[in-house]
């Protein structure tokens, strides 16, 4: 039978350019006052790969019961609610005195950013998936705000559109929170804005102390997302791509039928749409068959303490195992051998593997890689970071839309990769 696939749509038509209008930035500090301290850090906050800003971006529709609010203003109002819980934001990362970060509750602010943009959400059209276009409008961050310490931890951008709906865009500092806890500070904003909230449905809890090395420090587990993978091609490609690919429902059960039977109803889709990259990028990459590649996947560690952390802890908790193979084995092995890599990577996790990471921290060793995505492979040169976003195609059919930056010259192999596997797969049904 035929297969009709749609992993990526290409648009014909040129390139959205919009002009955007912006306000001077501000500083917004905490509504009331908040309590002048310098905060420390956890170990598993301050790793090296954690050290880096995180840009966001969220479309939100004109919403006829919100009519008579202005979002800019709404929101502006919010955030300054917002920071009384979580005061820390409006501080600076600083130095610490032994290698480590602080954070200086100041009350300095967070940078806010009002704007307009004369264009509606629908003339986006497919454009309303990663990259976007004009990105750097829709999100202004002043030359020297991208070092971690000294800067503004939060950024944030509320853009009108003509069609009466808004973009927010942010830009965090990712040593003093992480996505779930990120999730906690929009959701209340977010609440407070509408009128629905007046304080954080969780407590904002600090307790970083509960993730630092334990003394003495005892290395438990073989951390492999540490270690310095070497690549025989020295020579490293001066521009990267970014691409969006969607995989609905007949793409995620083509998958799946590579996979004996047991196997197939037990991985979750992410392990199956991971190990598929994974292999379809390797084979891309066409990476020395002896070299070795990897897969790490973030874990989000908050379910696997007992007594459970607070639950409005809202630090970094998570790990990034790795699976690794031999670029050639993972090649011409069947699909079932990288899922099973990938599970058992992902089945490591437990409150020891987190107490073990700051302890590997103490000896010394820091994560050199990104670990901003829900998952990222690293071969030596060409580290990446690929997103798995839940999103609708042009049909209305629900499926997970995966995020995947290559080197440029890559990217058309990758995507032939996909497109032949998926085609070769419905051959074998």
């Not at 509504?31 to 170990?43: F, G, N, Q, V, Y």
């Not at 598929?276 to 790490?296: F, G, N, S």
């Not at 195609?393 to 990758?414: D, H, Q, R, T, Y």
Request: hydrophobic content about 40%.
């Amino acid at each position: 039978m035929a297969f009709s696939h749609n992993l990526e749509v290409e648009s014909s038509s040129p390139p959205l350019v919009f002009p955007v209008r912006r306000s001077e930035p501000e500083l917004v500090a905490p509504a009331k006052p908040t309590p002048r301290e310098i905060k420390l850090l956890s170990d598993i906050d301050t790793q090296a790969g954690l050290r880096a800003q995180i840009p966001i971006i969220q479309f939100y529709r004109n919403d006829p019961s919100m009519a008579e609010k202005d979002p800019v203003a709404a929101i502006r109002h919010a955030l300054a609610e917002t920071l009384v819980f979580y005061y820390p934001f409006a501080g600076r990362i600083k130095d610490g005195s032994d290698g480590s970060l602080v954070v200086d509750c100041n009350e300095e602010g967070v940078l806010f950013i009002e704007a307009d943009a004369d264009v509606t959400l629908d003339q986006f059209g497919d454009a309303l998936k990663p990259p976007f276009p004009c990105f750097q409008e829709l999100l202004y961050q002043p030359p020297g705000s991208e070092a971690v310490t000294h800067t503004p931890i939060f950024i944030i951008q509320v853009t009108r559109l003509r069609c009466g709906g808004f973009i927010f865009a942010l830009r965090f500092n990712h040593t003093i929170i992480d996505g779930v806890g990120l999730i906690h500070f929009t959701i209340t904003m977010a609440g407070i804005a509408r009128g629905v909230l007046q304080e954080p449905p969780f407590k904002p809890v600090w307790c970083r102390d509960l993730l630092n090395a334990r003394d003495p420090p005892r290395v438990t587990f073989n951390h492999r997302e540490y270690e310095q993978l070497t690549d025989s091609n020295d020579a490293v490609p001066p521009d990267f791509d970014q691409r969006s690919f969607f995989f609905g429902p007949a793409e995620t059960a083509a998958i799946r039928d590579l996979l004996p039977r047991d196997l197939g109803q037990q991985a979750t889709t992410f392990e199956v749409l991971t190990s598929y990259i994974w292999r379809c990028r390797t084979r891309a990459l066409q990476i020395d068959p002896k070299e070795d590649v990897r897969m790490m996947c973030i874990v989000d560690a908050r379910d696997k303490f007992e007594p459970s952390l607070p639950e409005g802890y809202y630090g970094s908790c998570f790990a990034f195992p790795a699976a690794v193979a031999a670029a050639g084995k993972l090649c011409s092995e069947p699909l079932e051998y990288a899922v099973r890599l990938i599970r058992k990577a992902r089945g490591e996790v437990s409150e020891e593997y987190i107490h073990s990471v700051p302890d590997l921290m103490g000896f010394g060793f820091r994560v050199g890689e990104g670990a901003g995505g829900m998952a990222i492979a690293g071969a030596g040169a060409f580290p990446a970071v690929n997103f798995h976003v839940p999103s609708q195609n042009a049909k209305g059919e629900e499926g997970i839309l995966v995020l995947v930056c290559l080197p440029s010259p890559v990217m058309k192999a990758f995507a032939k990769e996909l497109d032949d596997n998926l085609v070769e797969t419905n051959k074998t049904v």
